[in-house]
C-alpha cells in the first residue's frame, strides 16, 4: 500500500508543520487518515463501550453583534457521556473539553484521562467542537458556503468559539436542572489555549481549567521565532550527536544529490516515491514532518495519535541513524531508516505519496485564523537548528494573507484580548485554579507557562513530557513520572471542586 501524506498552501497550525520551499507560503502537511480509527481501537480498554453519544446545539452565529445575520443559527456538535454522572440532584461534576481546530470525534478519542478520572469524580463528560470545523459548520452545513471568503469566515475566531462554549454550557446545564453541578474545562494544544482563556474569561461558567501544552505565549514580542525549531534540535541531540549531525547535514545531501545528473531518480529509490514527478522541496517538506511530529509526540509508550509509533520515536529514529549495518557513507538510507519510524513502523508502506490533498481531521479552516488572530512566530532556525537557516516574518505571513483572504492580520489582537505580557504579575492578581502542563521535549512549550505563577494558577514542567502526554489514556508501561504529573492535576482539580461545594454551601 501507499502511504499518503497531504501538502497544501496553507498557513501554520498547532498539528500542522511549517516549511519554508516557497518563501511566499509555506507549504504544510495534514495528518495520514488512519489515526483516528487506530486509535480508539488502542485505547477502548480504558473508554466504555458506548463513549459518547453525539448531539447538536442550535448556536447562535454572531454573539458580539446585532446585525440581521447575527442571528443565525447553525448546529454545533457536542459528544456526551453520562455513564458515571453522579447528577443534577447531587451538584455532580461536569468535565468539558474545549474544542480544537478540528474533528471533536479525533480529540475526544484521544483524551482518555477525562474518561478514566470520570468514575471517581462522578462527571459528566461533554467534548465540544469548535465552530467551522467537524460537523459544525455554520450557513447551513455548507463547507463551501461557510470557507467562500472573508464575509463567512469572518465568524471564525477564538472568542466566538469561547462564548459558543460558555452559552451551551449554560444551556446544558439549565436543561438538565444541573445549575449548581460545578464546571472544569480541559483542553490540549490550541484547545488547551481555550481552555485557560475560557476559565480567565467566564470564571462565572467553569471554576477551573487544565490547559495541557497550551501555548498561550507564542505570539509576536513574546517569544523568539526561532525556540520551536531550537527544542526539536535539542530533543535529538540529546539522544545522539551524531544523529544530530546527519539531520542537520541531510538538506545539503538532498540539494546536492538532487543537482546531480540522475540525482532525482536516487531521491525517489532512496526514499521509495510513488510518483517520479517530484521535487526536492516536497521531499524535504516531507522530512520535516517527520522530525516535527515526532518531536511533538516523543511519548514514553507506543502510540497512534498521528501515526502508528513506537515508545520514545526519538530514540529509535537515532538508533536508525546509528545502525551497524548501514554503511557510513550512505547519508540517504540514515535519513530514510529515520523517516520510516514516523512513516511506516507498522512494515505496511510500499511506497510513499508526497502529494496526497485528504484532510481527514477537517483541520483547513485554521489556516483563516492564522491570517487573522493567531499570529504565532514559528519556524524561524538559526545556524545551531537542524534545519535550514531560516528567518521568520511577519510581512510574509501579512502578504500571503493578504493574497489568499485579501485580509490583513492582526497580529496583537490576542495578547491584547487575553494577554500575556507581564504574565506573571497580571494573572496573580486576575486569575484563579488553572493547571498550564508542558513537557519539555515538545516543540510548543517554548511559549507555554513554565512558572507557577500563584497557589491556584500552577505549572506543571516535566522534561520528559511530549505534546498533551498527560491527556492520553493511561497504559501499564506508563513511566513514574507520567503518573506522577497525572495523580498532582487530579488531586488540584479535587481540591478545586471541594472548596466549590464549600462554598456553595457556605452561602445556602
Not at 485554579?433 to 507555554?448: A, K
Request: hydrophobic content about 40%.
Amino acid at each position: 500500500m501507499a502511504l499518503g501524506l497531504h501538502f497544501i498552501l496553507i498557513l501554520f497550525s498547532l498539528y500542522l508543520v511549517p516549511s519554508f520551499t516557497l518563501a511566499f507560503s509555506p507549504i504544510l502537511p495534514r495528518f495520514p487518515s488512519s489515526a483516528v480509527s487506530a486509535e480508539l481501537k488502542q485505547s477502548s480498554h480504558s473508554a466504555p463501550n458506548s463513549p459518547y453519544r453525539t448531539k447538536f446545539f442550535p448556536q447562535i452565529l454572531d454573539h458580539f453583534n446585532f446585525n440581521p445575520q447575527s442571528n443565525h443559527v447553525f448546529q454545533q456538535r457536542y459528544l456526551i457521556n453520562d455513564t458515571f454522572w453522579g447528577g443534577a440532584k447531587n451538584n455532580a461534576p461536569i468535565f468539558v473539553y474545549t474544542g480544537n481546530e478540528g474533528n471533536i470525534e479525533w480529540f475526544t478519542q484521544n483524551t482518555g484521562f477525562m474518561f478514566e478520572n470520570a468514575p471517581s469524580f462522578h462527571a459528566l463528560l461533554v467534548f465540544i467542537e469548535h465552530r467551522f470545523y467537524g460537523k459544525s459548520i455554520p450557513f447551513g452545513g455548507n463547507r463551501k458556503v461557510a470557507y467562500a471568503n472573508a464575509s463567512t469566515l469572518g465568524y471564525l475566531s477564538s472568542t466566538q468559539a469561547l462564548a459558543d462554549y460558555a452559552t451551551l454550557i449554560i444551556d446544558l446545564k439549565k436543561n438538565l436542572s444541573a445549575t449548581d453541578s460545578p464546571v472544569v474545562v480541559f483542553g490540549g494544544s490550541y484547545g488547551g489555549m481555550l481552555a485557560a482563556w475560557f476559565r480567565m474569561k467566564y470564571p462565572h461558567v467553569a471554576i477551573g481549567a487544565l490547559a495541557s501544552s497550551a501555548p498561550i505565549l507564542h505570539f509576536m514580542d513574546l517569544v523568539s521565532p526561532d525556540i520551536f525549531n531550537n527544542i526539536i534540535s535539542q530533543d535529538f541531540r540529546s539522544e545522539s550527536e551524531n544523529c544530530y549531525k546527519v539531520l542537520k547535514g541531510s538538506w545539503k545531501l538532498i540539494e546536492d544529490t538532487a543537482n546531480k545528473p540522475g540525482g532525482l531518480q536516487l531521491l525517489q529509490k532512496s526514499f521509495r516515491i510513488c510518483n517520479n514527478d517530484f521535487g526536492p522541496g516536497s521531499l524535504e517538506n516531507w522530512l520535516r514532518t517527520a522530525w516535527v511530529y515526532t518531536a511533538m509526540t516523543d511519548y514514553p509508550t507506543p502510540s497512534n495519535f498521528l501515526n502508528p509509533l513506537p515508545a520514545y520515536p526519538i530514540k529509535k529514529m537515532c538508533e536508525a541513524i546509528e545502525g551497524t549495518e548501514r554503511e557510513k557513507n550512505d547519508g540517504l538510507g540514515k535519513l530514510y531508516a529515520a523517516a520510516s519510524v514516523y512513516y511506516n513502523y507498522t512494515g505496511t508502506a510500499t511506497c510513499f505519496d508526497l502529494d496526497d490533498d485528504s484532510d481527514p481531521h477537517d483541520l483547513g479552516g485554521w489556516q483563516w485564523q492564522a491570517c487573522t488572530e493567531m499570529i504565532m512566530p514559528v519556524g524561524g532556525s538559526n545556524k545551531h537548528s537542524i534545519f535550514p537557516e531560516y528567518e521568520w516574518s511577519y510581512q510574509d505571513r501579512a502578504s500571503s494573507c493578504q493574497f489568499f483572504y485579501n485580509v490583513t492580520p492582526r497580529p496583537h489582537w490576542i495578547t491584547t484580548e487575553f494577554g500575556g505580557h507581564a504574565i506573571q504579575t497580571v494573572l496573580k492578581r486576575s486569575a484563579s485554579n488553572i493547571i498550564f502542563f508542558n513537557g519539555l521535549r515538545d516543540p510548543w512549550s517554548g511559549g507555554g507557562v513554565l512558572k507557577n505563577i500563584s497557589k491556584t494558577i500552577v505549572a506543571i514542567v516535566e522534561k520528559r513530557g511530549a505534546h498533551h502526554v498527560d491527556l492520553r489514556y493511561s497504559t501499564k508501561e506508563d513511566p513514574k513520572w507520567l503518573k506522577d504529573v497525572r495523580r498532582q492535576e487530579v488531586k488540584i482539580i479535587a481540591s478545586w471542586i471541594s472548596q466549590y461545594y464549600q462554598d456553595l454551601h457556605s452561602n445556602n
